[in-house]
Each structure stands twice: as C-alpha cells, then as structure tokens.
C-alpha cells in the first residue's frame, strides 16, 4: 500500500507531480512480436537454410530437406499495483491514482525490456559472449569502434541482413564512444553525434541506450561483472521474439474494504531467442 501520500499533506503543495526519474521501455519494436497468445508455452518457428542443386536431364529432383525447429518460451505472468486512500488523497491536489498509473506503464515497459535481455538474449544466446569481449580494441578497453565494427563483422558473416540490427548499450558505453573521433565527428557521422550527446543510428545498428536501472529492483537492466564488466547486446529483430497473452493495460478499481484505489498494471509475456546467429554480445568495461 502507498502509505507515504501522507508525506505530500500541507498546506499549500505544488499541484504538478514530478515523477523520480525512471527509464521506460526500450526495446519496443525490436523483435518479432506474437499477440494474444492462448496457453502456457508459445512457438517461434525457426526454419534452416536452403541450398540450390543441380540435376541431370530428366534425373529426380534432389530435396533440400530444410528443417524447420521450434523455439519455445514459457508464458510469465506479471503485475504492478498500489493503492491510495480516499482520505489521504483528500490531502492534496493532484489525483494520485493518475500519478500510479504513469508509474506502472513505465514499470511494466521497463520489464518488458528485461525479459527480453533475460529470456532472448543472455539465455539462449549466452555462447555468443566471447567474440567480443572487453579485450577487443585494447586490454579491458570500453565500448570503441574495434567492438562495433567486429559485432558488424560477426552478423555479417552469419549471413545478418544489413537493415534491422539492434545494439543495447548502457550511458557509459555511449559517453566512450563519443570520445571516439569517428563516432561523434561531423566528417564521419552526419547526425553530429557530440553536438546532440546521443547516437541514434551508427555503423548499420540503431543504438538503444539503458540507464543503470540501480534503483529499480530486480529489473538489473543490462548485466554487469563484478561492478566493471557492463554486458551489451546486438541483434536483428527477426532473431528474437518476444509474446504476449494478456497484453499491456492499466486498471484503476475502488475496493471498499479498504477505502481505497487500487491501480494494477498487468501483463502476460515471454521472450525467446529465434536464431542465435542472429544474436550477438558484446561485453566492454565501464
């Protein structure tokens, strides 16, 4: 229950509410997406590589037997709710119950970006780690161009189409990679990247940048090593899927028993590593 309401009680209070700084969802749009998904288990279908042969003049054609596999996720069912009472609402100014409801949309996108990090990449892809570790582009060295330019280098050999590719980084890596000339100098990037303190889009990914999610329990965000070694990822958005059954949506329901508002924010989802040559980490130290 949300019993510091009482703390805003006073006389005069400023009736615009400033919510703590808190990162929202991410990753939006950068997978493969399953709605309304009926059951526990969901299947991505994930189908193998073709390849041309030749015949002779009226020789039977030899199949390709592409095989075609099953990538399961278990279904995870997720909630965030507070109350607020009628009384200590009748304290303020502001309408607390719509304040909740911001609150958990951004909890709810938040772990909506983890289960992705958790489920679609550090399981299924956890193999792909150590082709980019932090050694790459200088010993323990940050987030550089080295580490950008291999990660390319790895999706494109694995046969990665150019358009579609994602790279999850944390504030650190990005503030690296504006010390580096190529990322943020107008005579290598167009966008100005220092002028603007943010990349969107360099070296063929668009750039998702986490914040250290410290102070939002156990969402972690990205994955860190002993408080030094930040794990990164990037991707093509028809490597990972992510599913829904119940999808995203907030409530705001009185219960009498307790006088009170009750906001809950609900979802039903998992995610699942697709093609794990299409899922690469990439580890650099902060």
């Not at 994955?223 to 990037?234: D, F, H, K, T």
């Amino acid at each position: 229950m949300s019993i510091y309401l009482s703390d805003a009680a006073q006389s005069e209070f400023d009736a615009e509410v400033k919510h703590l700084y808190q990162g929202a969802a991410l990753l939006n749009g950068t997978t493969r997406v399953r709605r309304n998904v009926v059951g526990n288990i969901v299947n991505f279908r994930l189908t193998g590589k073709g390849i041309a042969k030749q015949k002779a003049i009226q020789a039977d054609v030899v199949p390709m037997n592409v095989t075609h596999v099953n990538r399961p996720g278990t279904m995870q069912n997720w909630h965030a709710a507070d109350y607020t009472d009628i009384f200590a609402q009748a304290e303020v100014n502001f309408d607390e119950k719509q304040e909740l409801a911001k609150s958990i949309a951004m909890a709810m996108g938040r772990r909506s970006d983890q289960i992705i990090i958790d489920l679609a990449f550090a399981t299924d892809a956890v193999a792909n780690v150590a082709a980019v570790d932090t050694n790459v582009g200088g010993t323990a060295s940050g987030f550089n161009l080295d580490k950008l330019l291999r990660l390319s280098r790895i999706l494109t050999a694995n046969g990665v189409p150019p358009m579609g590719r994602h790279l999850a980084v944390t504030a650190r890596a990005l503030e690296q990679a504006l010390l580096v000339a190529q990322f943020s100098s107008a005579d290598y990037n167009g966008i100005r990247a220092l002028m603007s303190g943010d990349i969107k889009s360099f070296g063929g990914f668009m750039w998702h940048v986490f914040d250290d999610r410290t102070a939002t329990g156990a969402e972690g965000g990205l994955p860190i090593v002993s408080g030094v070694i930040r794990q990164g990822w990037a991707w093509h958005e028809e490597a990972a899927g992510l599913a829904t059954g119940i999808e995203f949506s907030t409530e705001i329901n009185y219960v009498p028993e307790k006088t009170s508002f009750l906001c809950t924010g609900k979802f039903k989802a998992t995610s699942v590593g697709i093609d794990v040559t299409g899922i690469q980490g990439v580890q650099y130290t902060e």
